[in-house]
């Protein structure tokens, strides 16, 4: 395992290996492993972006799914899966017109954030195309392992940090 290899969550290695392995070919086959790992892309930019808003809420700020979605908005241009914002900022008990105190404050928090926003956003990226990089010039890696299924959820635990 080189330096580089160290610095990768093997979980991260596994599943591209996973999607490499069980999508081999051409064709058909090319577009569902480009499904797949876009797939991995995208939910590794939302943990970045999560990881922030965690941050956030560490810091005093009342994070509710539809502020979370906001920021990321502001910060990104894009949306996020309403499933997964509600699962890690919903709160039980807590009625949809009992909105966040800070939601008038959005531009503010999100001008003030949305360097690390993007900083982070930019260093999942970067992972993810290090790691297709490294099982893509490494192809020994995958002989003889064989194909696995991949499971339908998140390939990883969110963190708030």
Same mark, same amino acid.
């Given at each position: 395992?080189?330096?580089? *290899?160290?610095?990768?969550?093997t979980?991260?290695?596994?599943?591209?290996?996973?999607? /490499?392995?069980?999508?081999?070919?051409?064709?058909?086959?090319?577009?569902?492993?480009?499904g797949?790992?876009? @797939?991995?892309?995208?939910?590794?930019?939302?943990?970045?972006?999560?990881?922030?808003?965690?941050?956030?809420?560490?810091?005093g700020?009342?994070?509710?799914?539809?502020?979370?979605?906001?920021?990321?908005?502001?910060?990104?241009?894009?949306?996020?899966?309403?499933?997964?914002?509600?699962?890690?900022?919903?709160?039980?008990?807590? @009625?949809a017109?009992?909105?966040?105190?800070?939601? *008038?404050?959005? /531009? *503010?928090?999100?001008?003030?954030?949305?360097?690390?926003?993007?900083?982070?956003?930019?260093?999942? @990226?970067?992972? /993810?195309?290090?790691?297709?990089?490294?099982?893509?010039?490494?192809?020994?890696?995958?002989?003889?392992?064989?194909?696995?299924?991949?499971?339908?959820?998140?390939?990883f635990?969110?963190?708030?940090?």
């Open positions: 395992m080189t330096k580089n *290899e160290k610095e990768i969550p979980w991260l290695i596994d599943l591209i290996e996973t999607i /490499y392995i069980n999508h081999p070919g051409k064709g058909r086959e090319a577009q569902v492993r480009g797949h790992l876009s @797939a991995v892309l995208k939910f590794l930019r939302r943990d970045a972006l999560f990881s922030v808003l965690g941050k956030l809420k560490n810091d700020v009342d994070i509710t799914p539809t502020l979370a979605l906001r920021l990321i908005q502001e910060w990104t241009g894009q949306g996020v899966d309403t499933k997964s914002l509600l699962k890690v900022f919903g709160q039980k008990g807590r @009625a017109d009992e909105k966040s105190k800070d939601f *008038e404050r959005v /531009y *503010e928090i999100a001008e003030k954030w949305r360097s690390l926003a993007i900083k982070e956003r930019d260093a999942a @990226a970067d992972l /993810y195309h290090r790691v297709v990089e490294l099982v893509q010039s490494n192809p020994d890696r995958m002989v003889g392992k064989k194909r696995k299924p991949i499971a339908h959820q998140e390939p635990r969110l963190k708030l940090r």
